[in-house]
């Protein structure tokens, strides 16, 4: 069976680092770069080393080039202008590019865009089987029902998480509106503050809760008069998203150029 080499960027973070041991342990992967920040203290030190265990022979580098040209894939959990960055890297270079980075405002999206048409690129706001599954219901939902029935999104994390809604609220976000044939951007409600009046009939309701090292929390309430249908996903563990993006890695290599989701990922669409 054919292996494939795999940079991880934003190596130090949560999530990097998660990913990079993921990576390491795969039988059918193997860690071929690891990048961080120009200027952050890890750059220039073994991973390994770095993160407190054994040494792994894996330099961290700031040198996203270098390190594209030897890989089949990069997985990406960084910030938006990196990611933007990293894509037009990993379109030249032609290698599958796993972001999981959150926060991407409209000109980013385009950016991106821009590069799947020369490279793999699997994009998702969250990269786990269960929220996957979730947007789906939630299509499902809001089809069925009308607009009597208030939906609002809460979702919990932990008190680092610097975008807000998250990246899972937005997309069970989309698949409601998408369910109730209108546009998110036409709906959406963002954190209600002071006399705001009456909700609007229709209206997709966002509510983001930070503290302590709440991994992730969603609820989708759907409100009618006299009864409510709440659907919940709770991540107690980051391997979970770790796992999607490795799922991610091996069903890109070989696929035409394009942007794709963790729903043709897993099967789900
Ligand atoms: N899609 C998912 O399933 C999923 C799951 C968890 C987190 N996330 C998202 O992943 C992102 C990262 O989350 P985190 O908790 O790991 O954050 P974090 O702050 O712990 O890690 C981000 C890392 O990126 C590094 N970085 C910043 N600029 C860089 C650059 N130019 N080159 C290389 N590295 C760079 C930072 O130094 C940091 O180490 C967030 O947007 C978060 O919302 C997505
Ligand atoms: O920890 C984070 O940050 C997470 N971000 C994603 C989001 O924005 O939905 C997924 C859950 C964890």
New binding site residues.
């Given amino acids: 069976m054919e292996d494939y080499g795999v940079v991880v ?8 680092q998660m990913l990079a041991r993921q990576v390491v342990a795969h039988e059918r992967l193997h860690l071929c770069g690891a ?4 200027g ?1 203290p890890w750059v220039g030190q073994d991973l390994g080393l770095a993160m407190g265990g054994a040494a792994l022979g894996v330099m961290v580098s ?1 040198d ?1 080039l270098e390190a594209f040209a030897r890989a089949h894939a990069v997985i990406d ?3 938006p ?2 990611t933007v ?1 990293f894509a037009e890297l990993a379109a030249q270079a032609r290698v599958v590019h796993v972001i ?4 991407l405002s409209d000109d980013d999206l385009h950016k991106i865009a821009l590069a799947a048409r020369h490279s793999v690129v699997v994009r ?5 089987l269960g929220v996957n599954l979730l947007t789906t219901v939630t299509r499902q939902v809001a089809a069925a029902l009308d607009a009597d029935w208030d939906i609002e999104i809460v979702e919990a994390h932990h008190n ?2 610097v ?1 807000a809604p ?2 899972t609220a937005l997309m069970l976000g989309e698949a409601a509106a998408e369910g109730r044939g209108v546009a998110l951007a036409d709906v959406s409600d963002r954190g209600r503050d002071g006399i705001t009046g009456a909700r609007k009939r229709g209206d997709i309701g966002f509510h983001a809760i930070r503290g302590g090292d709440i991994v ?1 929390e969603h609820e989708v309430i759907f409100a009618a008069a006299g009864e409510r249908i709440v659907l919940k996903h709770i991540a107690s563990d ?1 391997t979970l ?1 770790a796992r ?2 490795l799922k991610a890695v091996l069903w890109g290599q070989g696929k035409g150029p394009g942007e794709y989701d963790m729903l043709d990922v897993l099967g789900l669409k």
């Avoid at 990048?35 to 120009?38: A, C």
């Fill in positions: 960027t934003g190596v130090s973070g949560r999530m990097g990048l961080e920040r120009t952050h700031d996203p959990f960084t910030v202008a990196a960055a999981g980075t959150t926060g998702a706001g969250n990269m786990s680092q998480k975008d998250s990246g992730g980051r998203f999607g993006a």
